[in-house]
């Protein structure tokens, strides 16, 4: 199964990106993954930004990916047990792409909320986007771990 991570904005913080290295560095041990950092848009008007990175995200995903849409209201809310296990049932469907996306400052337009198969929100904490990155890297590696039962979870 291929993981495909969609985010607007490039991860400006050196920090942060090197988490996000180190994790996606540790997943290419379990699965095909690869990042798309799509542009900003650069306009004043948050509608056209709305729709501008919309379409980009949109436009990124393959038709049959399943995309799951990081978002503070979204209605599933896995522990990292839970994740582990919707990670498994994926593979078992033989599921060829599974796409998380993380929208911009703004959030994400109708199109690609409409077109998310799963809304998951990670904390009920407020976090940056960058932050919310790392801790996707991170918990998909943990899933990984648990998954193999490796002493990473532990």
Not at 97 to 120: K, P, Y
Request: charged share 30%; aromatic share 6%.
């Amino acid at each position: 199964m291929h993981l495909r991570l969609i985010w607007v904005g490039k991860t400006r913080n050196e920090h942060l990106r090197a988490l996000v290295g180190d994790y996606l560095k540790r997943l290419s041990r379990f699965a095909r993954c690869e990042v798309v950092e799509l542009r900003e848009s650069a306009s004043a008007d948050e509608r056209i930004c709305l729709e501008e990175e919309g379409k980009r995200i949109v436009g990124a995903l393959a038709s049959d990916a399943l995309a799951v849409l990081l978002d503070v209201e979204g209605p599933a809310r896995w522990s990292s047990p839970e994740l582990a296990a919707r990670v498994e049932e994926w593979q078992a469907r033989s599921l060829k792409e599974v796409a998380f996306i993380v929208g911009g400052h703004l959030g994400v337009s109708a199109d690609v909320r409409n077109r998310a198969d799963v809304r998951w929100s990670l904390s009920r904490l407020t976090l940056t986007h960058e932050m919310a990155r790392v801790v996707l890297v991170e918990q998909l590696y943990r899933a990984y771990t648990i998954m193999r039962g490796l002493p990473y979870q532990k």
